[in-house]
C-alpha cells in the first residue's frame, strides 16, 4: 500500500516557501492494514471508565496533523479503542494501551477516541513499540474530549525501532474548566511526525503540553502542537525539550493563536534544544497569533550547545566528555520521564534513551 499525505503539519498562517517549515509531506509505502494480532488494552479498567460505542462529543474535531491524516486513519484502523469516563469518576489508575509493530503486525493504524464527562478524571498511557528492527509502519489518531470540569491525562511513549515510519495526529477539546495534560515521548522511529491541536473552548479551560526528542543517526522528527484559545480565561503551556546527534533532523512548530473573545487569556510556550553535532539540521517556527488585545502570550527557543562550566564540572568529576553529554541529555529528559505513573513503563523508557546513547561513541 502506497501513502502519500499532503498538507502534513500545517502552519496556521503561512511564512514565506523558502524557509521549508510551512508544512510537509508524508510518502511511504508499507504492507496493507490487517487486522491487529494483538491486544491493545493492558489489564481491566478502572471503575467507572468503560469501552464505548457513543459518538464522540465534538464532530469537528481538528487535528495536529491535518484533516487528511485523520481521514486516512479513519478510513484504514485496524485497531483501537474508545474509552469514556462517566461523570463524577475520579480513576485511580491509569489506562494502559500497548501498540506493537511485529512480523504479525507490520501496519499498525489505530484510532481511539477519549472522553471525560462532567467532573471527571482520566489517565491513559499509550505505549509504541516494534520487535527489534522489524521494518513497520505507525499511523496513529487519537480524540480528546474533556467536559465541564473533567481532566484528562495523555501520555504517548514511542520506542519503535529504526525500520519503522512512525505519525500520531491527536486533536483536543476542553469545556469550561476542562483541563488536557499531554505528555509525548518522539525516541524511536526512522522518521516521526508528530501533531497536536486543541481548542479550549471554555472559560478557564487549560492545555499542559511537555514533550521530549531524540534525534540520533539519521532520524527525522516534524513536530506541530497548536493551542487554539477561544474561550475566556484559558491557558496553556506547550514545554518541549529535544536532543540532535548525528545527522538527525527536527522541525518544530509551535502555535499559541488567541481567537477573538478569548479575553484574559493566558499562553506560554517554550523549547530547549541541545545539538552534538555540525550535521544536525534543527528548524524551529515559534507562532503567536492574535485577534483579541486582552490576552498574554510568551514564546522562547533556546537551541546550541551544552554550557561550557557545565560540561567542564562534569568532566573534573571524573566522566569522560562523551559521557557527561550522555549524562545531560538524561537528565534533560527526566522531567518528562518522571510524569510517567507507571514504574515499568517509566524504567523502560529510561533504558531505552540509555540503550540508544550507549551506542554512540563520539557525542561532537
Same mark, same amino acid.
Given at each position: 500500500? @502506497?501513502?502519500?499525505?499532503?498538507?502534513?503539519?500545517?502552519?496556521?498562517?503561512?511564512?514565506?516557501?523558502?524557509?521549508?517549515?510551512?508544512?510537509?509531506?508524508?510518502?511511504?509505502?508499507?504492507? @496493507?492494514?490487517?487486522?491487529?494480532?494483538?491486544?491493545?488494552?493492558? &489489564?481491566?479498567?478502572?471503575?467507572?471508565?468503560?469501552?464505548?460505542?457513543?459518538?464522540?462529543?465534538?464532530?469537528?474535531?481538528?487535528?495536529?496533523?491535518?484533516? *487528511?491524516? $485523520?481521514?486516512?486513519?479513519?478510513?484504514?484502523?485496524?485497531?483501537?479503542?474508545?474509552?469514556?469516563?462517566?461523570? %463524577?469518576?475520579?480513576?485511580?489508575?491509569?489506562?494502559?494501551?500497548?501498540?506493537?509493530?511485529?512480523?504479525?503486525?507490520?501496519?499498525?493504524?489505530?484510532?481511539?477516541? !477519549?472522553?471525560?464527562?462532567?467532573?471527571? +478524571?482520566?489517565?491513559?498511557?499509550?505505549?509504541?513499540?516494534?520487535? &527489534?528492527?522489524?521494518?513497520?509502519?505507525?499511523?496513529?489518531?487519537?480524540?480528546?474530549? /474533556?467536559?465541564?470540569?473533567?481532566?484528562?491525562?495523555?501520555?504517548? !511513549?514511542?520506542?519503535? &525501532? @529504526? %525500520?519503522?515510519?512512525?505519525?500520531?495526529?491527536? %486533536?483536543?477539546?476542553?469545556?469550561?474548566?476542562?483541563?488536557?495534560?499531554?505528555?509525548?515521548?518522539?525516541?524511536?522511529?526512522?522518521? /516521526?511526525?508528530?501533531? #497536536?491541536?486543541?481548542?479550549?473552548?471554555?472559560?478557564?479551560?487549560?492545555?499542559?503540553?511537555?514533550?521530549?526528542?531524540?534525534?540520533?543517526?539519521?532520524?527525522? !522528527?516534524?513536530?506541530?502542537? !497548536?493551542?487554539?484559545?477561544?474561550?475566556?480565561?484559558?491557558?496553556?503551556?506547550?514545554?518541549?525539550? &529535544?536532543?540532535?546527534? @548525528?545527522?538527525?533532523?527536527?522541525?518544530?512548530?509551535?502555535?499559541?493563536?488567541?481567537?477573538?473573545?478569548?479575553?484574559?487569556?493566558?499562553?506560554?510556550?517554550?523549547?530547549?534544544?541541545?545539538?552534538?553535532?555540525?550535521?544536525?539540521?534543527?528548524?524551529?517556527?515559534?507562532?503567536?497569533?492574535?485577534?483579541?488585545?486582552?490576552?498574554?502570550?510568551?514564546? /522562547?527557543?533556546?537551541?546550541?550547545?551544552?554550557?561550557?562550566?557545565?560540561?567542564?564540572?562534569?568532566?573534573?568529576?571524573?566522566?569522560?566528555?562523551?559521557? $557527561?553529554?550522555?549524562?545531560?541529555?538524561? /537528565?534533560?529528559?527526566?522531567?518528562?520521564?518522571?510524569?510517567?505513573? *507507571?514504574? +515499568?513503563?517509566?524504567?523502560?523508557?529510561?533504558?531505552? #534513551?540509555?540503550?540508544?546513547?550507549?551506542?554512540?561513541?563520539?557525542?561532537?
Amino acid at each position: 500500500m @502506497d501513502v502519500a499525505l499532503r498538507n502534513v503539519n500545517m502552519l496556521p498562517v503561512r511564512t514565506w516557501n523558502r524557509l521549508g517549515i510551512n508544512d510537509t509531506g508524508l510518502q511511504e509505502k508499507f504492507s @496493507d492494514p490487517a487486522p491487529y494480532r494483538g491486544k491493545a488494552l493492558a &489489564g481491566s479498567l478502572p471503575e467507572g471508565v468503560s469501552l464505548t460505542k457513543k459518538p464522540f462529543p465534538v464532530s469537528d474535531a481538528e487535528t495536529g496533523m491535518g484533516k *487528511d491524516t $485523520a481521514d486516512f486513519v479513519e478510513s484504514h484502523s485496524n485497531c483501537g479503542v474508545s474509552l469514556c469516563a462517566a461523570a %463524577g469518576t475520579k480513576a485511580e489508575k491509569p489506562v494502559v494501551l500497548n501498540y506493537e509493530i511485529s512480523e504479525k503486525n507490520p501496519t499498525v493504524i489505530d484510532c481511539n477516541e !477519549i472522553t471525560a464527562e462532567e467532573g471527571s +478524571e482520566i489517565t491513559v498511557v499509550m505505549g509504541y513499540r516494534s520487535e &527489534g528492527d522489524v521494518p513497520g509502519f505507525h499511523g496513529g489518531l487519537t480524540k480528546l474530549y /474533556a467536559g465541564k470540569g473533567a481532566v484528562i491525562h495523555l501520555m504517548q !511513549i514511542q520506542l519503535l &525501532g @529504526d %525500520g519503522c515510519t512512525h505519525f500520531d495526529n491527536v %486533536g483536543a477539546f476542553a469545556e469550561e474548566g476542562g483541563k488536557i495534560d499531554i505528555v509525548q515521548a518522539e525516541l524511536g522511529g526512522k522518521h /516521526a511526525f508528530s501533531g #497536536v491541536k486543541t481548542r479550549l473552548g471554555g472559560t478557564k479551560s487549560q492545555l499542559n503540553m511537555n514533550a521530549i526528542y531524540l534525534g540520533d543517526h539519521q532520524r527525522s !522528527i516534524d513536530i506541530n502542537y !497548536i493551542a487554539q484559545h477561544t474561550g475566556r480565561k484559558t491557558s496553556s503551556n506547550i514545554n518541549v525539550s &529535544g536532543a540532535l546527534l @548525528d545527522e538527525g533532523q527536527k522541525t518544530f512548530r509551535g502555535t499559541i493563536d488567541f481567537v477573538r473573545g478569548a479575553k484574559q487569556a493566558v499562553g506560554h510556550e517554550n523549547e530547549y534544544n541541545l545539538l552534538f553535532s555540525p550535521k544536525v539540521r534543527n528548524r524551529t517556527a515559534p507562532l503567536i497569533l492574535c485577534q483579541e488585545e486582552d490576552v498574554d502570550g510568551q514564546h /522562547a527557543a533556546s537551541t546550541g550547545r551544552i554550557d561550557a562550566a557545565r560540561l567542564f564540572y562534569l568532566m573534573s568529576r571524573g566522566l569522560s566528555e562523551a559521557e $557527561a553529554k550522555k549524562l545531560i541529555i538524561e /537528565a534533560q529528559f527526566h522531567p518528562v520521564i518522571d510524569r510517567i505513573p *507507571d514504574m +515499568e513503563l517509566k524504567k523502560e523508557v529510561s533504558d531505552f #534513551v540509555k540503550g540508544r546513547l550507549s551506542q554512540l561513541e563520539s557525542m561532537g
